[in-house]
Structure formats: C-alpha cells, structure tokens
C-alpha cells in the first residue's frame, strides 16, 4: 500500500541547488522539472540498494534529471526507489516486491542512470530518514492541480485521499500574487459595437477578461485559456443599455391614476408615497432592477427624493437591492423642500429642511459614492423639481455636488403646466430658470426636456447638458413628444429612462429603445431617427449623461464588461436581414445573456441572481401593505 502526506514543494528545474550545504535529504523535497524535460520514465526496476555518499550522490544525480517525485511518510516500509509500469492490459506475474519479469531492451538509460523509457512519473518512496539524512525542513506545497499525471495510473496525488496538513502555507512568493482573473469569449454573433465609428461585425467575438473587455473583431476569437464560452450564433451582442431615469419605489403603486395628468397623478399619489419605508423600498427596488435586468439594462439611476419621517433608511434599503441583482447603480439623493404651505405642489408632510437635506445628501456622499473607473455605485444629488424645491435648495445643491465632484439632476420642462407654474411664480420659463441657477452643464443631466424651445435646445448643445428622454411615460401622462433629433443634432447627449413605474408600469428598457425612435419619427418624420441611433441613445448617450463613456456604453477593449446578447433569429427576429433593425424594430424581447462587470447577471434568458418568483410575492406583499395603510388614513 502506497500513501503520502505530504505535496512536492516547487522545484526550479534541473541544475537548481537548495543552497549550499543542504543536506541530501533537502533534495528530496524537489518536483520533477520542466525545463528541458527528458524523457518520460517508467517501468519497474529492482531495488536501489546503495550506501552512505554514493547512495546520496545517485540519489542528488537522479533529482538533477527533473523527472523524481518524491513522496514522504510510509511508515514501516524499506526505503526503495519504485518506478511505475507502463499501462497495459493485465498485471503479470508479480514477485514480493510487487515487481514483474525484467524485460530486455528499452531505451538506454537516461540521467542518473534511471531508464528513459516514456512511461510514467517516478515516485521515490522514502519511509524512514536514517540519521545521516535527517528529515528534511517542512517544504512549501505547489497548488495541486486536479488530474495530475504524478501517479502511476495518473491518478492525482495524494494517492489516498488523506487530509492537507493544515500547518502548510502556500508556496512562498504566491501570497500576494492575485488570482488569475476569468476569461469570458463570446463567439459567433453580430456585433454592434456603439463606438465612435459605429463599428459593427456580420459574426465576431468579444473577449472578456476579469471584468474588462480586451477583445473585439470579426471571425473566431484568438485562442486563449477561456474558462466560459458562450455560443453567440443566432445572436446580437451590444453594450449593456443605460437607465437614466427611474423613480424605483413606484413600483409598490402600479396602476394607479391611470387617466391623469402629471400634477393631477402627483396629487393622488404623493399621500400613498408618504407611507412608504424601509422593507417596502427595497421589495420594490428589487422588483424595479430585476425587470431592467431582464429588459439588458445593465446600469441604472434611480432619482428618490420622498423621504417621510420613521421610514427608515430608504437610500440604503436600495442599494442593498442593486447589490442583489447585480446591476450597476447611481442612485441619487433626491429632496423636496416646497411644499403646499409654501406654494409648492407637494403635502407639508413629504418635504424636508432644506439644512436637513443638504446635510444628508453629503452624508449619502461620505457613504455610497465611489469615484473610482471600475465603481459599481455613484451618487448624484437630485433635487426633485422646480415646483417642489427652494430656488435656495437648488443653488446650495449644486455648491455642494460640485465642491464634492458628483452630478447634479432633476426634472425640468415636462408638462405645459410647469411651465405655467414657473412663468407665475418665477417669471421665466424653466430652462431660463435653471441656468439662472448655475444647473446647465457637462456635470447635469435633466428629465424629460419635453417643452424646449429652439434657442434652449442649441443652449442644452452649447453647454453639453444632458436629457433623460422618458418616451413611454411622456406617452402615458400625455405631456408630449421631447424634440429628442434636435437636441442630438445640437451635440446635447440624450439618454433613454424608463421613468417610475407608476407613470411606465412596464418598467423595462429594452422596449424604450423602439419608442424613442417612433416618437422621434412622429415628431420629426421617418428620416428623424434611425435603429441605429435610437440605439446609441440607450447606450453611449446614457453613459455620457451618467459621465461614464469612458468605461460603458460601447463594446471596445478597455472598457467595462457590460454586455447585453440578443436572440434575434427567433419568430420576433427571422428574415430580418439586419441585426439592428431585428433588435429595435422588432418585438420587445428580454436579454439572452447579460453580463455586468463580466459577472452573468441574466443566462439563457432567466435572472441569475435572484429568484423572480419571489421577487413577484416580496412586491405584491409591499405593495398589499402600502395600499392598505392608504385606505386607513383617507
């Protein structure tokens, strides 16, 4: 019976010395090399029975070949040097030392002068450490590799199974080296890139590594030590799509309003919203992110400016969510501090101090904002609009989000009656009004932009402010078509949002693309807009609003890995020539494959990270809650 207990250590290779002076023992302790790697040895051989130096030298000769394993600690058997046998059918005959019928030929002796046949690795079984050769120092295991030819069967080792000494370190110099990251191919699908070029492959690949992206092209990938292959045939890969706009606890008061007007459908809702807390945001943040994850979005705003005492922690119960799901997230720390006391549209009972405000939104700040290129969660300040905040609160916000270095957002110019709201009570339109107020900008990106006039789209262009253009929510309050074409063509970026979910039940991204693209051609006629760019909105456009593309947006090397693939040669997509087109123009379909910082977050069109099922029952049961305290305080 053969046992080990211990792993040969890391040995550099023939000619490699342990030190001068080491003792012959400490040689044993070495891996057969690989340099050079002669031949591979087998057979069985009779017993070495050497003595004293001569013993060590052969034994010190035979290590210098690269080709000894060494195995330590069978108890109670003679030291012996056992070669396995080349594999064959049957065993033969077999003395008492386990050995067959010596056989002549074979190939001359190797190094050392142990046989250069090509069979197996030798082990050197060395039971019991005489006193001229004291046991050698505990040695620093290699990583096992699984599969492992070093037995005689190939078989890995430790032969039997028997348990790591838990003393053991890893091999020295391995402590701080890092895990060799994962390699992710994509291969054989359309690509649409989105970058500057509009670069686009018929059948290509995207390589991914860690969580970046290091390769895209046409044809097969580069061969390369993948560890996960994803078959693209079929398919469309683009970038994660970006979520500009969201209001993710309406997702606990669906359905509700259904005929109204903004500020008829704020009225009704604003005293539901003020029961809200902690367990019912974050039942309905999961709900709102696990839907966009579905729909490809792969990174997402979400803009929370109710905040009623007692409620809890409402940013961090969020948060919490995004982690969850797995989706890249820029919550906002929203604020209403005008409320119908002071001539504001809001109940006393949502609106906050603006001190109170301004202290907790650095605080949001302090906590959750990570300015690094990789970051999984930023945060913007997000006072909520001009008819439910201070001119004060909006001017001290952003001081404060500049001096801090985050982005300012808001909603402005949504409905004919805010514009109303802002001639009486200000005297200027709102755009005028927000520029009076230093909020147009590289760092500011706005909601809706729906009723601009000509001379504040070239502003929106000249200052390089960004719209989160909301089509299918602008659709269901009926506040009106935003001039999207106008303000592209004047090099304002315009990203995509799917605004809350109490004014786009939906709730999905993937579908605002095609609206975005018919609402332009409404407005503007068939040529206003193309697939193409109503796709750039829904990615490079939404990154640029976010201050991200540089690292999301487009499928280019370098870049984050937020990937979205499409199944677009089912009955929605087939005979659809162009890919794009299939996509946008097509029937809303949910991702096949989406991929956040290379992690998969939806595979084979299901979410990864989280069971929907229970989501539905964790949102339906919120919402139930919400409904019912409403009830009880009419």
Not at 243 to 255: D, E, I, P, S, V
Not at 407 to 431: S, Y
Not at 489 to 494: D, K, L, M, Y
Not at 546 to 552: F, S, T, V
Request: aromatic letters at 4%; a neutral charge.
């Amino acid at each position: 019976m053969r046992s080990a207990c211990s792993r040969a250590a890391p040995w550099g290779g023939p000619g490699t010395s342990t030190g001068e002076g080491a003792s012959d023992a400490a040689f044993l302790c070495g891996q057969r090399g690989g340099a050079g790697g002669g031949e591979r040895l087998g057979g069985r051989e009779p017993p070495v029975r050497l003595a004293g130096e001569a013993r060590a030298a052969r034994l010190q000769e035979r290590l210098s070949s690269g080709r000894v394993r060494v195995v330590l600690g069978v108890h109670g058997r003679r030291d012996r040097l056992l070669l396995p046998r080349a594999r064959r059918a049957g065993r033969g005959a077999r003395d008492r030392d386990g050995r067959g019928p010596r056989r002549g030929g074979g190939a001359p002796p190797g190094p050392g002068g142990v046989s250069g046949d090509r069979r197996g690795t030798v082990r050197l079984l060395h039971p019991r450490l005489r006193r001229r050769h004291p046991r050698p120092p505990e040695q620093e295991p290699r990583p096992f590799r699984r599969g492992d030819s070093g037995g005689p069967r190939r078989q890995p080792l430790p032969l039997h199974g028997l348990r790591e000494d838990p003393r053991r370190r890893p091999p020295r110099g391995t402590e701080d080296v890092p895990v060799s990251a994962s390699r992710i191919v994509i291969e054989g699908c359309a690509i649409a890139t989105v970058d500057a070029a509009g670069t686009e492959y018929e059948t290509g690949h995207v390589v991914i590594e860690g969580n970046r992206i290091v390769a895209v092209g046409g044809g097969p990938a580069p061969e390369g030590p993948e560890t996960v292959r994803h078959d693209g045939r079929g398919c469309l890969a683009t970038p994660g799509l970006v979520n500009c706009h969201h209001h993710l606890y309406q997702w606990a008061t669906r359905g509700m309003a259904q005929e109204a007007t903004l500020f008829e459908w704020l009225v009704e809702l604003y005293p539901v919203w003020a029961l809200v807390d902690e367990p019912i945001e974050h039942a309905a943040a999961r709900a709102g992110l696990a839907a966009l994850a579905g729909s490809g979005c792969s990174t997402s705003m979400d803009h929370h400016y109710v905040f009623p005492r007692g409620a809890g922690d409402l940013l961090a119960a969020e948060v919490e969510a995004a982690r969850e799901i797995g989706l890249r997230f820029h919550p906002t720390r929203g604020s209403m501090d005008l409320g119908k006391s002071g001539g504001g549209l809001p109940p006393d009972s949502v609106v906050e101090g603006r001190d109170e405000i301004l202290v907790a939104s650095e605080a949001a700040i302090d906590r959750y904002h990570d300015g690094s290129p990789d970051a999984m969660l930023r945060v913007a300040l997000a006072p909520c609009s001009p008819f439910s905040v201070t001119r004060e609160l909006m001017a001290e916000s952003a001081e404060l989000a500049r001096r801090r270095g985050v982005r300012l957002h808001t909603h402005l110019a949504e409905t004919e009656d805010e514009e109303a709201f802002c001639l009486e009570k200000f005297g200027v339109r709102p755009v005028e009004y927000l520029e009076d107020l230093g909020w147009l900008g590289e760092d500011v990106w706005l909601a809706h932009c729906v009723h601009l006039d000509e001379r504040e789209v070239l502003r929106f262009g000249e200052t390089g402010t960004g719209v989160a253009h909301c089509p299918s929510s602008n659709g269901r309050l009926g506040a009106g078509i935003a001039p999207v074409a106008a303000l592209v063509g004047a090099g304002a970026p315009v990203g995509l949002g799917v605004d809350g979910a109490a004014s786009n039940e939906a709730g999905t991204l993937g579908p605002e693309v095609r609206q975005a693209m018919l609402l332009a051609r409404l407005r503007g006629g068939p040529r206003a807009m193309t697939a193409r760019g109503a796709l750039e909105l829904a990615t490079m456009h939404g990154a640029r609003c976010l201050g991200r593309e540089a690292e999301i947006g487009s499928l280019e090397p370098g870049k984050l890995a937020d990937v979205a693939l499409w199944r677009i040669d089912d009955l929605g997509g087939a005979g659809i020539e162009d890919p794009v087109a299939a996509l946008v123009l097509g029937p809303a379909r949910p991702v096949e494959l989406l991929l956040v910082n290379g992690r998969p977050v939806v595979e084979g069109g299901e979410l990864r990270t989280a069971d929907e099922r229970e989501i539905a029952r964790g949102l339906a049961g919120a919402s139930g809650r919400l409904k019912e305290r409403a009830e009880a305080t009419r």
